[in-house]
């Protein structure tokens, strides 16, 4: 793979890192509303790009004012000729973020880009520049992708602890070098209080950083714009995000817990009683479609999230969105369930994208897993909130909607899907087969699992036998809620080579050991 090594991408990050060192006192940012109005504009919370493709990508940025975002990008990082985009205006009704569409970019470049934000009363007065860079995605299939993934970002009231840190699975992940970042969901756990410490088991303390907005559950559009700014006072993640674009989706403590559409909270504590999860998802839409350069379609109520990012001609990832369309958590053993966890119109939009691609290699990013059973008991009931029910016969629930996905890709001929998850906090690898089925109408696949990032890691899930599938290997811890100081953190890496199109996944722990590796071959199946 013609990647270029790490060190050399470091070096274009100066004024990034500097604009990280403002950040030094994490609790004198989080605590405004209120911003000065003298001098020029900064941009302490970094930036970050998203949605690259060939040519084209998103950039992002927070100012501390209003301000006019203006990008310029170069093929160098000594910035000479660069091309100038205008940004939009940022302002309150943002709460001060704003994204940049870049287009026209060369294929398979470095783009190193920087950010000045101007005074919009005078164009003249600009902030101190914020650099980041990215490489496009190529048009020839010899350069290869390389990229990781993960999820499970500051749950379980385990924040950035400073003294281990921070985020530091983040660091691991960028020397991987990769051309970007694929975060399968729960980027911040809005229904989860994070405390000055937590006592370890040992007898120890973990010390967090904390924010007003991290003292109790998020309600409220600035509670969710503050979990989201929360783990940008981490250094470790400014960092990674101006040196590698991300693709972002969304799943339950973005809102709440094992949220689902319709659903109305029915005790007083720690929410109202008669809590609409439907309003409280609007106000966190709001702040993630604020907080990410995302690429999704406008206009529409649901402010749709799922999407197809291409990366050339190896690779199409389809963005998932398990959440939004899905019926209500139940014991999930109905014979008929035309909504299923994905809804009609995004079942259909999957398939058709799927038929249509021509990469070698489809990634479906499902924010939760196809096998593993994940129970969301409630009053007594031994309701479900994946996919599995833990019944191993014929599919029912919602397992029938992903039969009859497994059912299309398998009479369309359509090759080298790959499932990547996270979710359920530990990290495993699934080989799902017909042999070894109730179901047999499908071609077997593979579906691995990442995470958490920086939360509470857990116990392995049991499988459901519906789909056949094997855990080939699996690393979790046996208590549950053992917090990031105690490791069982995980992200993963897929390599595809330019050359061959095999397609290498690597699972890793925090601090970039590889844990377990397999080799899949383009054009096959049942691998």
Same mark, same amino acid.
């Given at each position: 793979?013609?990647h270029?090594?790490?060190?050399?991408?470091?070096?274009?990050?100066?004024?990034?890192?500097?604009?990280?060192?403002?950040?030094?006192?994490?609790?004198?940012?989080?605590?405004?509303?209120?911003?000065?109005?003298?001098?020029?504009?900064?941009?302490?919370?970094?930036?970050?790009?998203?949605?690259?493709?060939?040519?084209?990508?998103?950039?992002?940025?927070?100012?501390?004012?209003?301000a006019r975002?203006?990008?310029?990008?170069?093929?160098?990082?000594?910035?000479?000729?660069?091309?100038?985009?205008?940004?939009?205006?940022l302002?309150?009704?943002?709460?001060?973020?704003?994204?940049?569409?870049?287009?026209?970019?060369?294929?398979?470049?470095?783009?190193?880009?920087?950010v000045?934000?101007?005074?919009?009363?005078?164009?003249?007065?600009?902030?101190?520049?914020?650099?980041?860079?990215?490489?496009?995605a190529?048009?020839?299939?010899r350069?290869?992708?390389r990229?990781?993934?993960s999820?499970?970002?500051?749950?379980?009231?385990?924040?950035?602890?400073?003294?281990?840190?921070?985020?530091?699975?983040?660091?691991?992940?960028?020397?991987?070098?990769?051309?970007?970042?694929?975060?399968?969901?729960?980027?911040?756990?809005?229904?989860?209080?994070?405390?000055?410490?937590?006592?370890?088991?040992?007898?120890?303390?973990?010390?967090?950083?904390?924010?007003?907005?991290?003292?109790?559950v998020?309600?409220?559009?600035?509670d969710?714009?503050?979990?989201?700014?929360?783990?940008?006072?981490?250094?470790?993640?400014?960092?990674?995000?101006?040196?590698?674009?991300?693709?972002?989706?969304?799943?339950?403590?973005?809102?709440?817990?094992?949220?689902?559409?319709?659903?109305?909270?029915?005790?007083?504590?720690?929410?109202?009683?008669?809590?609409?999860l439907?309003d409280?998802?609007?106000?966190?839409?709001?702040?993630?479609?604020?907080?990410?350069?995302?690429?999704?379609?406008s206009?529409?109520?649901?402010?749709?999230?799922?999407?197809?990012?291409?990366?050339?001609?190896?690779?199409d990832?389809?963005?998932?969105?398990?959440?939004?369309?899905?019926?209500?958590?139940?014991?999930?053993?109905?014979t008929?369930?035309?909504?299923?966890?994905?809804?009609?119109?995004?079942?259909?939009?999957?398939?058709?994208e799927?038929?249509?691609?021509?990469?070698?290699?489809?990634?479906?990013?499902?924010?939760?897993p196809?096998?593993?059973?994940v129970?969301?008991?409630?009053?007594?009931k031994?309701?479900?909130?994946?996919?599995?029910?833990?019944?191993p016969?014929?599919?029912l629930?919602?397992?029938?909607?992903?039969?009859?996905?497994?059912?299309?890709?398998?009479?369309?001929?359509?090759?080298?899907?790959?499932w990547?998850?996270?979710?359920?906090?530990?990290?495993?690898?699934?080989?799902?087969?017909?042999?070894? +089925?109730?179901?047999?109408? &499908?071609? *077997?696949?593979?579906? @691995? #699992?990442?995470? $958490?990032?920086?939360?509470?890691?857990? /116990? !392995?899930? +049991?499988?459901d036998?519906? &789909?056949? *599938?094997?855990?080939? @290997? #699996?690393?979790? $811890?046996?208590?549950?809620?053992?917090s /990031? !100081?105690?490791?069982?953190?995980?992200?993963?890496?897929?390599?595809?080579?330019?050359?061959?199109?095999?397609?290498?996944?690597?699972?890793?722990?925090?601090?970039?050991?590889?844990?377990?590796?397999?080799?899949?071959?383009?054009?096959r199946?049942?691998?």
């Amino acid at each position: 793979m013609s990647h270029r090594p790490f060190p050399a991408r470091r070096s274009v990050l100066r004024g990034s890192l500097a604009a990280s060192a403002a950040l030094t006192l994490p609790t004198a940012l989080s605590a405004a509303p209120a911003f000065a109005l003298s001098g020029r504009p900064k941009a302490s919370w970094g930036v970050q790009a998203g949605d690259v493709t060939t040519d084209s990508g998103l950039v992002w940025v927070r100012s501390d004012r209003p301000a006019r975002m203006i990008v310029e990008t170069s093929a160098t990082e000594s910035f000479r000729n660069p091309r100038r985009w205008h940004g939009p205006l940022l302002g309150e009704g943002s709460d001060f973020t704003g994204t940049t569409r870049l287009h026209g970019l060369p294929a398979g470049e470095q783009i190193h880009y920087r950010v000045l934000l101007a005074d919009p009363d005078d164009p003249r007065r600009t902030g101190e520049p914020v650099t980041g860079t990215f490489r496009t995605a190529p048009v020839k299939r010899r350069k290869g992708v390389r990229f990781v993934w993960s999820g499970d970002l500051a749950g379980q009231g385990w924040g950035i602890n400073e003294s281990i840190g921070g985020y530091r699975i983040f660091d691991a992940m960028a020397k991987v070098d990769p051309d970007f970042f694929l975060c399968s969901g729960d980027n911040i756990y809005a229904d989860g209080v994070i405390s000055a410490t937590q006592a370890l088991p040992d007898g120890s303390i973990y010390h967090n950083v904390t924010t007003e907005e991290k003292s109790h559950v998020a309600t409220t559009l600035a509670d969710y714009r503050g979990n989201f700014r929360y783990n940008l006072l981490d250094a470790a993640l400014r960092r990674f995000n101006a040196q590698v674009p991300n693709i972002i989706q969304w799943d339950d403590h973005e809102v709440r817990n094992n949220w689902y559409p319709g659903e109305v909270i029915g005790t007083g504590t720690p929410y109202p009683a008669g809590t609409k999860l439907d309003d409280l998802a609007v106000r966190s839409r709001q702040a993630f479609s604020e907080y990410f350069p995302i690429s999704t379609i406008s206009g529409r109520p649901d402010g749709r999230i799922y999407r197809k990012v291409s990366h050339g001609p190896l690779l199409d990832v389809f963005v998932l969105d398990m959440r939004t369309y899905r019926n209500a958590n139940s014991p999930d053993n109905q014979t008929t369930d035309p909504v299923g966890i994905l809804g009609r119109e995004q079942l259909e939009w999957l398939k058709r994208e799927l038929a249509k691609s021509r990469a070698v290699w489809k990634v479906i990013a499902n924010d939760m897993p196809l096998g593993l059973v994940v129970p969301d008991p409630v009053e007594g009931k031994p309701n479900f909130e994946a996919v599995a029910q833990g019944d191993p016969g014929a599919p029912l629930g919602r397992e029938l909607q992903i039969a009859e996905l497994l059912r299309y890709i398998k009479h369309r001929g359509i090759t080298g899907t790959v499932w990547l998850t996270a979710d359920v906090h530990h990290t495993s690898a699934q080989h799902y087969d017909p042999s070894r +089925a109730a179901f047999k109408d &499908f071609e *077997p696949f593979w579906e @691995f #699992v990442s995470g $958490p990032l920086n939360a509470g890691a857990f /116990p !392995a899930n +049991a499988l459901d036998g519906t &789909f056949g *599938p094997d855990r080939v @290997f #699996v690393k979790a $811890p046996t208590a549950s809620n053992v917090s /990031p !100081a105690e490791g069982y953190q995980f992200f993963g890496e897929v390599d595809i080579d330019g050359d061959s199109g095999e397609l290498t996944v690597r699972l890793r722990e925090y601090d970039g050991t590889v844990l377990f590796t397999r080799t899949l071959q383009p054009g096959r199946v049942g691998q």
